[in-house]
């Protein structure tokens, strides 16, 4: 069996770190799922991207708040919908 690595959360070098969670695809979700793609690093196409839609979905965990910034800026310009949520450590 492999083990798990536990990844570092919290407190970094670089300060806090946020998960940025895609809560709505709006109008234009053919837009918002292609900045998902490229943000997340998944592909989804097809029905997964009906998934992505239909619960709050991680896009990006741990990333430093001008990244997170970025990230939501990025979706909500699409259409979409983020929540930024602090990563206790």
Do not use: H
């Not at 292609?34 to 029905?47: L, P, Q, T």
């Amino acid at each position: 069996m492999k083990r798990k690595e536990k990844k570092s959360k919290g407190k970094a070098a670089g300060g806090d770190r946020y998960d940025v969670m895609l809560t709505g695809g709006g109008g234009q979700k053919i837009a918002v799922a292609r900045i998902f793609n490229e943000m997340s690093g998944m592909k989804r196409v097809g029905a997964e991207l009906q998934e992505i839609f239909s619960r709050p979905t991680l896009i990006k965990e741990g990333v430093t708040k001008d990244e997170a910034a970025q990230i939501k800026r990025r979706i909500e310009d699409a259409g979409g919908s983020v929540k930024i949520t602090p990563v206790r450590g």
